[in-house]
């Protein structure tokens, strides 16, 4: 069983930066797969937010591009996302991904205060 372990998520002031991160329990699929960040707002559907394949290319929802930044650490399989210039409109549950499959972190919440 493959098991996805977030942290980082909190309550963070517009303008100012959070660190979450992702680590998998089994490296033979961490270092084959393509690992996502995805995010769901009150009310609203889950959104990809970043993504980031096992070779290290990324992706970015327009809304993020230039604030948030995926990286991975194939030592310790663990996928990181860095926020910075955060706004209230990335109030959310952030949960990570193992892309095209069905393993899901428990999901973190961060909270953006005007």
């Known amino acids: 069983q493959v098991q996805l372990v977030e942290s980082g998520g909190g309550l963070m002031q517009a303008g100012g930066s959070l660190r979450l991160s992702c680590a998998v329990s089994?490296?033979?699929?961490?270092?084959?797969?393509?690992m996502g960040w995805y995010r769901q707002a009150p009310g609203k559907q889950r959104e990809l937010v970043a993504d980031i394949t096992a070779g290290g290319s990324t992706n970015y929802a327009d809304s993020v591009k230039g604030r948030f930044t995926i990286s991975r650490d194939n030592a310790k399989n663990t996928v990181h996302l860095q926020m910075n210039s955060l706004k209230p409109e990335d109030t959310a549950v952030y949960y990570c991904?193992?892309?095209?499959?069905?393993?899901w972190g428990q999901g973190t919440q961060v909270t953006v205060s005007s």
């Open positions: 089994l490296r033979t699929i961490f270092n084959f797969y393509a």
């Open positions: 991904n193992v892309r095209g499959t069905h393993y």
